[in-house]
């Protein structure tokens, strides 16, 4: 889980840095100059021009799906309240071990708590909006919970439950088929918009 959460957080950060280099580019003169190697220089120009070659694609398809996920959770008016994303928050302060670790890390990628919450607040949209996508069954709840029992039993020689545990189970295969649900989802949305992308 720590693991999935990082990486998120790493995908955030570098997609945020591109877009500022590239955004301040654009606002600056090209001839600007960035670095300096003994007497030769290195212009903005030249390091916009290698960010779009490297990562330029990849960037902008991430843009063209939020700006799509951005107006399909207006059009479908899905909002999550404070009290979702403080228990988000909890959880993962708790996978980091604390919260004096959880602000270790957030200080040492330059996050914010509001960019923390900005996050999971749109993770969470996304998610309310995608679970209509996704389908579990009783057989697969009770399949992954026989599997798993030890991960919800609390207290030493004391068996789990599944009536007890059901949601959580839910949650945790809810989690799991997401991103397949979402890269069907998105391709759906991509047929449906007008998109044109001006750097391919």
Same mark, same amino acid.
Do not use: H
């Given at each position: 889980?720590?693991?999935?959460?990082?990486?998120?957080?790493?995908?955030?950060?570098?997609?945020?840095?591109?877009?500022?280099?590239?955004?301040?580019?654009?606002?600056?003169?090209?001839?600007?100059?960035?670095?300096?190697?003994?007497?030769?220089?290195?212009?903005?120009?030249?390091?916009?021009?290698?960010?779009?070659?490297?990562?330029?694609?990849?960037?902008?398809?991430?843009?063209?799906?939020?700006?799509?996920?951005?107006?399909?959770?207006?059009?479908?008016?899905?909002?999550?309240? @404070?009290?979702?994303? %403080?228990?988000?928050?909890?959880?993962?302060?708790? =996978?980091?071990?604390? #919260? $004096?670790?959880?602000?270790? /890390?957030?200080?040492?990628?330059?996050?914010?708590?509001?960019?923390?919450?900005?996050?999971?607040?749109?993770?969470?949209?996304?998610?309310?909006?995608?679970?209509?996508?996704?389908?579990?069954?009783?057989?697969?709840?009770?399949?992954?919970? @026989?599997?798993?029992? %030890?991960?919800?039993?609390?207290?030493?020689?004391? =068996?789990?439950?599944? #009536? $007890?545990?059901?949601?959580? /189970?839910?949650?945790?295969?809810?989690?799991?088929?997401?991103?397949?649900?979402?890269?069907?989802?998105?391709?759906?949305?991509?047929?449906?918009?007008?998109?044109?992308?001006?750097?391919?």
């Amino acid at each position: 889980m720590k693991k999935r959460t990082n990486r998120s957080v790493g995908r955030i950060i570098l997609f945020s840095l591109l877009l500022l280099v590239i955004l301040t580019t654009t606002a600056c003169s090209n001839k600007e100059i960035v670095a300096r190697v003994n007497d030769q220089v290195i212009t903005k120009e030249e390091l916009y021009q290698l960010l779009v070659d490297q990562y330029g694609a990849q960037a902008l398809d991430s843009l063209i799906a939020d700006k799509i996920m951005d107006m399909e959770i207006q059009k479908q008016k899905v909002t999550v309240n @404070e009290a979702d994303i %403080e228990n988000e928050i909890n959880k993962i302060i708790a =996978e980091y071990g604390g #919260e $004096e670790e959880f602000n270790q /890390v957030m200080e040492m990628y330059g996050y914010s708590l509001t960019d923390v919450k900005k996050n999971i607040e749109m993770n969470l949209k996304v998610k309310k909006l995608l679970e209509q996508e996704v389908s579990i069954t009783e057989e697969e709840m009770q399949s992954y919970f @026989e599997e798993n029992k %030890e991960m919800f039993t609390e207290e030493e020689n004391e =068996e789990a439950s599944y #009536e $007890e545990n059901k949601d959580k /189970v839910r949650d945790i295969l809810v989690e799991q088929k997401l991103p397949a649900a979402y890269e069907t989802w998105l391709q759906a949305k991509y047929n449906e918009y007008k998109i044109e992308n001006m750097i391919e």
